[in-house]
C-alpha cells in the first residue's frame, strides 16, 4: 500500500517560509541542553555548536516526515533513532562506564551488552521527547504552515549536511576528551538499531492515521497529564537506587504515555491544541526540572539559578505565543 499522502516543496520555499527550520535548528538544542539545565546561561555560546546536531537533525527528522506525509508517530520513532545515534556513537555514552566520571552504567548493569538499563531507558527517552519531538511540536504550533514542508531540496540539503558535520565534530571532539571506544559488536548493534528503527517510521508512516470516534479530555487536561506524566518520569530516574526497577517504572511510563496519547490522538475531536498541550507540559517539565539541578561547568548556583529562571521565562512565552498562533489556526 502506497502512501498517498506525500507533500512536496514547493519550488519557491523563500527565506521567509523557511524561517521556521531555522528557529526549530536553534530550539532544538536550546531545550535539550539550556531549559534541561545541563549548560547554564554563561555557555550560550556553546549553543550554536549544539545546533548542528540537535538542529540539524530535528529539522532533517521534520522534513523528511512532513515530505512524506507522515505524523508524529514516525517523528517520534526517527526521533528515538537520533537518540541512538547521539548516545552510542557521538558521546558513546550508552557503552562508557566511566562516561563523563558518573559511573552511569553501573545501576542495572547489562553485562554481555556493556550498557546500563537505567541509563539507556532515560537518556534515550530524554532525546525521543524532549530534544526532538517537544521542539517540533512548539514550532509547528508556531507556524503558518504545520504540515507543509518549509525547506526546498537546497535548504533539506544544507541540514543535512549540518547534521552529519554535527555528528562528526562531536565524535571527533568526544575522542580527543576520552580514550575510550565502543567495541565493533556494539556499533554494528547501534547500526542496526537506527536501521530497524528507520524502516518501522517508515511503515508506520505509510499505514497513515486510523480516526476513530469518541471524547477526548479538554485541552487544559491533556496539558496537566503531560507536565505531570513527564515530572513523575523525570523524578523516577532521578532517584536511582535500584537500577531494574527504575529502569521497569521509566518503561511502564512510556509505554502508558504512548497507549493514552495514541488512543486520544486517533479520535476525530484530537486537535493541534491538545498535540501542544501535551508536548507543552511537557516543556515545563524541563524548566521546573532545571532549578534543584546541581550548578554545571563551573557555574555559581546564582549564575545558575538566573540562568534556568530566564530559560523558563523565555519557555512560558514561547509556549503562549504557540498557544495564540495554534487557536487561531484551529477557530479558523
Known amino acids: 500500500m502506497t502512501n498517498t499522502n506525500v507533500v512536496t516543496a514547493p519550488r519557491r520555499s523563500g527565506v521567509k517560509r523557511a524561517l521556521p527550520?531555522?528557529?526549530?535548528?536553534?530550539?532544538?538544542?536550546?531545550?535539550?541542553?539550556?531549559?534541561?539545565?545541563?549548560?547554564?546561561?554563561?555557555?550560550?555560546?556553546?549553543?550554536?555548536?549544539?545546533?548542528?546536531?540537535?538542529?540539524?537533525?530535528?529539522?532533517?527528522?521534520?522534513?523528511?516526515?512532513?515530505?512524506?506525509?507522515?505524523?508524529?508517530?514516525?517523528?517520534?520513532?526517527?526521533?528515538l533513532a537520533y537518540g541512538v545515534?547521539?548516545?552510542?556513537?557521538?558521546?558513546?555514552?550508552?557503552?562508557?562506564?566511566?562516561?563523563?566520571?558518573l559511573r552511569l552504567l553501573d545501576p542495572g548493569h547489562i553485562s554481555f551488552l556493556g550498557m546500563g538499563a537505567p541509563w539507556t531507558v532515560m537518556v534515550l527517552g530524554l532525546h525521543t521527547l524532549w530534544s526532538i519531538t517537544v521542539p517540533i511540536v512548539v514550532m509547528e504550533s508556531l507556524s503558518r504552515r504545520p504540515r507543509e514542508p518549509w525547506l526546498?531540496?537546497?535548504?533539506?540539503?544544507?541540514?543535512?549536511?549540518?547534521?552529519?558535520?554535527?555528528?562528526?565534530?562531536?565524535?571527533?571532539?568526544?575522542?580527543?576528551?576520552?580514550?575510550f571506544r565502543a567495541s565493533a559488536g556494539q556499533n554494528v548493534g547501534v547500526a542496526v538499531a537506527v536501521a530497524v528503527l528507520i524502516a518501522l517510521a517508515v511503515l508506520v508512516g505509510r499505514r497513515g492515521p486510523r480516526r476513530t470516534t469518541g471524547s477526548v479530555p479538554a485541552v487544559w487536561i491533556v496539558g496537566v497529564v503531560g507536565l505531570v506524566g513527564s515530572s513523575g518520569w523525570m523524578l523516577v530516574n532521578d532517584n536511582v537506587t535500584n537500577g531494574w526497577l527504575?529502569?521497569?517504572?521509566?518503561?511502564?511510563?512510556?509505554?502508558?504515555?504512548?497507549l493514552l496519547f495514541v488512543?486520544?490522538?486517533?479520535?476525530?475531536?484530537?486537535?493541534?491544541?491538545h498535540?501542544?498541550?501535551?508536548?507543552?507540559?511537557?516543556?515545563?517539565t524541563y524548566a521546573w526540572h532545571a532549578f534543584p539541578e546541581s550548578p554545571t561547568f563551573g557555574a555559581s548556583m546564582t549564575v545558575d539559578l538566573i540562568g534556568n529562571g530566564v530559560f523558563a521565562l523565555?519557555?512560558?512565552?514561547?509556549?503562549?505565543?504557540?498557544?495564540?498562533?495554534?487557536?487561531?489556526?484551529?477557530r479558523s
Open 246 to 258: 527504575c529502569a521497569a517504572i521509566s518503561l511502564l511510563i512510556d509505554v502508558l504515555a504512548v
Open 21 to 79: 527550520a531555522l528557529g526549530l535548528f536553534f530550539l532544538s538544542p536550546m531545550v535539550a541542553e539550556f531549559l534541561l539545565g545541563n549548560i547554564p546561561i554563561s555557555g550560550l555560546f556553546a549553543l550554536f555548536a549544539l545546533a548542528p546536531l540537535y538542529g540539524g537533525g530535528a529539522v532533517l527528522i521534520r522534513e523528511v516526515a512532513r515530505r512524506r506525509g507522515w505524523g508524529y508517530p514516525s517523528i517520534l520513532i526517527l526521533a
Open 152 to 179: 526546498g531540496k537546497v535548504g533539506l540539503s544544507v541540514y543535512a549536511v549540518l547534521f552529519v558535520v554535527g555528528v562528526v565534530a562531536t565524535t571527533a571532539f568526544g575522542y580527543t576528551k576520552d580514550p
Open 263 to 273: 488512543t486520544w490522538s486517533r479520535r476525530t475531536n484530537w486537535t493541534r491544541m
Open 314 to 330: 523565555l519557555a512560558v512565552v514561547l509556549l503562549i505565543s504557540a498557544t495564540i498562533r495554534c487557536d487561531k489556526f484551529v
Open 85 to 101: 545515534i547521539e548516545e552510542g556513537i557521538t558521546t558513546q555514552s550508552l557503552f562508557n562506564p566511566n562516561y563523563a566520571g
Open 275 to 284: 498535540t501542544l498541550a501535551a508536548a507543552g507540559g511537557a516543556m515545563l
